[in-house]
Nanobody, 115 residues
Framework: QVQLVESGGGLVQPVGSLRLSCAASGGTFNIYHMGWFRQAPGKQRELVALITENGDTFYADSVKGRFTIPRDNAKNTVYLQMNSLKPENTAVYYC?????????WGRGTQVTVSS
């Protein structure tokens, strides 16, 4: 069963950039579809970006053109590159791996966008 650990969160000023990392262990990383979700205070968890095992990507409308989700199968890692950050991007960001009925979550990393 794959286990996920996120890193790279922190405090960043508006219009700044941040790169989150999600390191996977305990499974065959390249067979999983990988996603980044986020949950802001008082709101439901929402999908931010997804990359399939084949490298196809999907982005929420609110982040298109600003965020990217590359994956490095050799390093068992998926990233979330976030550019032009806005205060409304403040949330806990969670990494997710899924395939069929299997679903695994990391513990999350806090991203705060504030001046």
């Amino acid at each position: 069963q794959v286990q996920l650990v996120e890193s790279g969160g922190g405090l960043v000023q508006p219009v700044g950039s941040l790169r989150l990392s999600c390191a996977a262990s305990g499974g065959t990383f390249n067979i999983y579809h990988m996603g980044w979700f986020r949950q802001a205070p008082g709101k439901q968890r929402e999908l931010v970006a997804l990359i399939t095992e084949n490298g196809d990507t999907f982005y929420a409308d609110s982040v298109k053109g600003r965020f990217t989700i590359p994956r490095d199968n050799a390093k068992n890692t998926v990233y979330l590159q976030m550019n032009s950050l806005k205060p409304e991007n403040t949330a806990v960001y969670y990494c997710n791996a899924h395939r069929g009925t299997f679903n695994s979550w990391g513990r999350g990393t806090q991203v705060t966008v504030s001046s």
